[in-house]
């Protein structure tokens, strides 16, 4: 076999597993009210699954931001996946919402391990295109939420158990981590050609990084658009049901609309993407997604919410792989840590804002809770804007004193 292939052999398994990744994030979505009925739990709980998930996702990242950068990050990833798969099969078993509420945190153990060491492995290959890498690897985990809520809402209206979704899905997840597994052996021959100058450069201490204004930067503007997807992930197609009686199939297909958007978004950031117009990528992706979601929710009609939901997400869609690009870039040789840190924060606001939006929700109605999805996109801009006001300014001070 072509050793560029071979040498090539990781990174597209690693789009596969995001892949799923990506079904698994958007899935619940239009079968969530068939696990509220059968567990027989009210509104405001249902974003606990997510959240859920998301303090798993906490606990696996603050382990992976001490060990990441010292363990082969290729075995952390495979060890993740395997406990993810075994985390979907033993969801068919829970007996009640209590024990499966457990199951999804582990899940999320799996899933935000994977997550995580992904990017950080594709940031260490020594690549001029290790961006645009990125933002493929982000594609393929888009392509999968796409189908998610179309292939899971569709079966839910066909009559089948969510919990036969769960099994089927947990099998081709041991499937693909075997297949993966196998890609790592062939590619022993012709490894993955780590850049060892990165991690040479200037020996950072542990924490250094943590010093640096602009890594908080990094992490309020995610913490911030997390809140916002995970909002519309949770949510959005329950509010279709609710507001336009859509059935889970439609209801589904205005989930899928809006990550096609968050896929075409990474497609363009793929191919224009360079460290010298991120911060603009950033400016003018955050003003169009808050006007156009903002539009949507105002008049709240079918057909322009979709609309607005698609464009949403093609003008933010690009926003996570380019910040955790810029940061890695920014901190080369704590990669792993760094991207731990990003991905601590987005567990942490994945699991606020939903459950807030759901007691809002029970409380004065879905129009109402469905705010948090424009509030957290809206403090996302205004943290952008900001930061890019201080960095002119300091430029244009360092230039003076020049």
């Avoid at 645009?132 to 998610?148: E, Q």
């Avoid at 459950?355 to 943290?383: H, K, N, P, Q």
Wanted: glycine share 10%; net charge positive.
């Amino acid at each position: 076999m072509n050793s560029t292939i071979k040498s090539s052999l990781p990174r597209y398994g690693m789009y596969a597993l995001m892949g799923i990744l990506g079904f698994t994030t958007t899935m619940v979505a239009p079968i969530l009210n068939s696990i509220l009925v059968e567990y027989q739990v009210p509104l405001s709980l249902g974003g606990m699954i997510t959240g859920a998930m998301s303090i798993g996702g906490v606990l696996a990242i603050v382990v992976l931001g001490v060990f990441s950068d010292k363990l082969p990050k290729i075995r952390i990833v495979i060890a993740g996946y395997f406990v993810f798969a075994s985390a979907l099969l033993l969801i068919c078993f829970a007996p009640s919402f209590a024990f499966l509420l457990p199951l999804f945190a582990m899940a999320g153990i799996g899933s935000k391990a994977v997550d995580a060491l992904s990017n950080a492995v594709i940031k260490d290959v020594p690549s001029a295109h290790s961006g645009a890498y990125l933002n493929l690897m982000h594609m393929y985990l888009g392509i999968g939420a796409i189908a998610g809520p179309l292939v899971s809402g569709s079966l839910i209206a066909g009559d089948v158990h969510w919990k036969a979704i769960f099994a089927g899905l947990g099998v081709l997840c041991m499937l693909l981590c075997a297949a993966f597994v196998a890609m790592q052996r062939v590619q022993r021959t012709s490894p993955i050609p780590i850049d060892h100058a990165k991690a040479d450069r200037v020996q950072a201490s542990s924490v250094s990084f943590l010093k640096d204004r602009q890594t908080w930067i990094f992490c309020l503007v995610i913490f911030f658009y997390c809140g916002h997807q995970s909002c519309i992930n949770t949510w959005i197609s329950l509010y279709f049901q609710n507001q336009f009686s859509y059935n889970e199939g439609l209801s589904g297909l205005a989930l899928a609309v809006y990550w096609m958007g968050i896929v075409i978004s990474r497609l363009i950031c793929a191919r224009i993407y360079t460290a010298g117009n991120a911060h603009k990528l950033l400016v003018w992706g955050s003003v169009l997604g808050v006007f156009s979601l903002g539009c949507g929710l105002l008049f709240n009609i079918p057909l322009l919410l979709f609309a607005s939901l698609l464009f949403c997400g093609i003008f933010t869609g690009g926003i996570i792989p380019v910040v955790i690009d810029m940061a890695c870039g920014r901190h080369a040789a704590r990669s792993g840590a760094i991207t731990s840190l990003i991905y601590v924060c987005m567990n942490i606001s994945t699991f606020i804002f939903p459950v807030m939006m759901g007691a809002t929700s029970e409380a004065y109605g879905m129009r109402v809770g469905s705010s948090f999805s424009i509030i957290t996109l809206t403090l996302m801009l205004v943290t952008i804007l900001l930061s890019v006001g201080k960095r002119q300014r300091t430029h244009r001070q360092d230039l003076l004193q020049k």
